[in-house]
């Protein structure tokens, strides 16, 4: 049973729930553009989860079947008081190495470039929380290795793994205040805030998941200070709603200091040194100009209001896509899945560079348009859609298309409109 699938239906029901508060109070803590970037983040995280995430089981697998310390069984982890007892013990071991992956995740250059994708967000809402990156499977799974050398059954590490992440999702709000004494002891929301802050005094603090008593004891707790309100997002500010991008970004800095820098030491160092490390030759060569807090501005390329319904109405495409492919890989496995996912990764890039206010967006979302149709015409009378036939599948890829088109030639007909309106907040 996939507990975090379960959820996501949950999740959405209570970011439109967050959305409809937002605009009742509003507060103005959502943008579409970021939003759709961050649930974009979410869906190339889940879909090219399904093609990763088999290495850290397989690992730790092997480790549990070799190298084992205890034979704890899984029959232990039932209903009872001592089989309660013990799932509790298993969460409270997930969640102290979850609090190491993420503060490697933070401190180390090369595992900062995977989890970066979850800080680039210069708002915070539920859909921040939905931003994952694609590459945790490299080396994430390496801190959870103590759990299997004491020999704690898969099947209960993937569940109380599935429960932290849950709980987090709760944390991305920003209406909620304080929380008394939950804030001592959980991560709560205004924990989790100063985790997504990028004011000095923020920065490397919070990292737990679930217990916030981690920070505590290796001295990475922040309280949230009323004197110092939290501005969201990374010091190296992604600037692009293009989400394939921002699982790059990180990866693509270090690779262009890796490349130019002389010594082989610092070559191979830079990688596992501490986050924002560079060697002296690079720094001299390529000085990078700090941008003062107080002169931050966030992202916000200004397109059409008729583009903003456009990209409105191809993410919800994309979110039937998304249903599509998980119904897909129940049935037919990963080969039945590559294709479909394969469209959904280009949509969605299309999206951010709609988004973007690019040039060529206009152009490369006809060339999608134009892909698309043989592709979903081969594919719908393969998926489990009751009924459907050749003809009914052409008619249906046919329809979208036909939409879309005059769709996105309506959307620049619309007079333009500045989006960012949030500029001054
Ligand atoms: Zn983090
Ligand atoms: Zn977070």
Redesign the pocket.
């Known amino acids: 049973m996939d507990l975090i699938a379960l959820a996501v239906p949950f999740f959405l029901l209570a970011l439109l729930i967050e959305l409809a508060v937002d605009r009742w109070r509003g507060t103005g803590y959502y943008r579409l553009n970021d939003a759709i970037n961050s649930l974009s983040a979410g869906a190339l995280s889940t879909t090219i989860g399904y093609f990763t995430k088999l290495l850290p089981i397989l690992i730790w697998g092997s480790v549990l079947q070799h190298l084992a310390l205890f034979d704890i069984s899984l029959e232990w982890f039932d209903f009872s008081p001592r089989g309660l007892l013990l799932w509790l013990l298993a969460l409270i071991a997930f969640d102290f190495c979850y609090y190491w992956t993420h503060r490697f995740g933070h401190e180390m250059s090369v595992m900062w470039a995977a989890h970066a994708v979850?800080?680039q967000s210069e708002e915070y809402n539920l859909s921040?929380?939905l931003?994952q990156t694609s590459s945790g499977f490299l080396l994430g799974w390496i801190f959870y290795l103590p759990l299997f050398l004491i020999g704690l059954p898969l099947e209960v590490v993937v569940a109380v793994n599935a429960v932290d992440l849950i709980y987090?999702f709760w944390?991305?709000t920003q209406h909620i205040g304080k929380l008394g004494v939950l804030d001592r002891v959980l991560v709560t929301p205004s924990n989790?805030r100063v985790?997504?802050a990028q004011n000095e005094r923020y920065i490397d603090k919070n990292y737990g998941g679930i217990f916030i008593i981690w920070d505590r004891l290796f001295g990475t707790f922040q309280e949230e200070l009323d004197t110092e309100p939290v501005v969201f997002g990374v010091r190296k500010p992604l600037a692009s709603w293009n989400p394939f991008w921002a699982n790059f970004q990180v990866y693509h800095y270090l690779w262009f200091d890796a490349k130019r820098t002389r010594r082989w030491r610092d070559k191979i160092g830079i990688w596992f040194r501490r986050t924002g490390w560079r060697p002296a030759d690079m720094e001299e060569r390529f000085p990078k100009v700090a941008h003062p807090i107080d002169d931050f501005q966030k992202y916000d390329p200004a397109i059409t209001t008729g583009r903003r319904r456009y990209i409105f109405f191809q993410f919800f495409c994309a979110l039937l896509l998304i249903l599509w492919i998980a119904e897909l890989i129940v049935s037919g496995g990963l080969q039945a899945v590559a294709i479909p996912c394969a469209l959904l990764w280009v949509t969605l890039y299309s999206i951010g560079v709609i988004n973007d206010a690019r040039a060529y967006a206009k152009r490369l979302e006809i060339l999608r348009l134009l892909i698309a149709v043989p592709l979903l015409t081969a594919l719908l009378p393969v998926a489990s859609v009751p009924g459907t036939n050749a003809i009914q599948a052409a008619s249906i890829a046919g329809g979208y298309i036909v939409l879309s088109l005059i769709g996105l030639q309506m959307a620049d007909r619309i007079a333009p409109a500045v989006t960012n309106t949030h500029a001054t907040q």
């Open positions: 979850h800080h921040t929380a931003r987090q944390v991305h989790h985790h997504h």
